[in-house]
């Protein structure tokens, strides 16, 4: 099996001809819910515990805002805030830190050069 290397991207949209049908759709319901479930105590105390500080919704209650304004525009105009709205969101997601930012692929994988080895002080004997 090829491995993916581990340091790039996934771009979330490659190919636009290869796109759900709903890619340009925005459900009001569904963007509430997730807007809802942020002000939630359990997310709060999660975000809190995570990061040290409570959440901003303000990211669901802007896309839920957008959901309610594009149904009053027509289908291109739609999914020309759609569209713009997704880049904004993946532009922001891959400026954000992520894994890779921290850790470093090994290239050497050999049993000399495993972790914790040099912390280890003489080998002293069992009887």
Same mark, same amino acid.
């Given at each position: 099996? %090829?491995?993916?290397?581990?340091?790039?991207?996934?771009?979330?949209v490659d190919n636009k001809a290869n796109l759900p049908p709903d890619?340009?759709?925005?459900? %009001?319901?569904? %963007?509430?819910?997730?807007? @809802? %479930?942020?002000?939630?105590v359990g997310s709060q105390l999660r975000s809190y515990?995570?990061?040290g500080h409570k959440t901003s919704c303000? #990211?669901?209650?802007?896309? @839920?805002?957008?959901?309610?304004?594009?149904?009053?525009?027509? /289908?291109e105009s739609g999914k020309a805030i759609m /569209? /713009?709205?997704? /880049? #904004?969101?993946?532009a922001k997601r891959n400026s954000l830190p992520n894994v890779m930012d921290v850790?470093?692929?090994?290239e050497n994988t050999s049993s000399e050069d495993?972790?914790?080895?040099?912390?280890?002080?003489?080998e002293t004997p069992t009887f």
């Open positions: 099996m %090829a491995e993916t290397p581990v340091d790039t991207r996934i771009s979330q890619y340009y759709t925005c459900k %009001a319901s569904h %963007a509430f819910d997730q807007w @809802f %479930a942020c002000l939630t515990y995570r990061y303000g #990211k669901h209650w802007s896309k @839920f805002k957008m959901c309610m304004g594009m149904k009053l525009r027509s /289908e /569209e /713009e709205f997704r /880049e #904004k969101e993946e850790w470093t692929r090994r495993t972790a914790g080895t040099e912390n280890r002080g003489p």
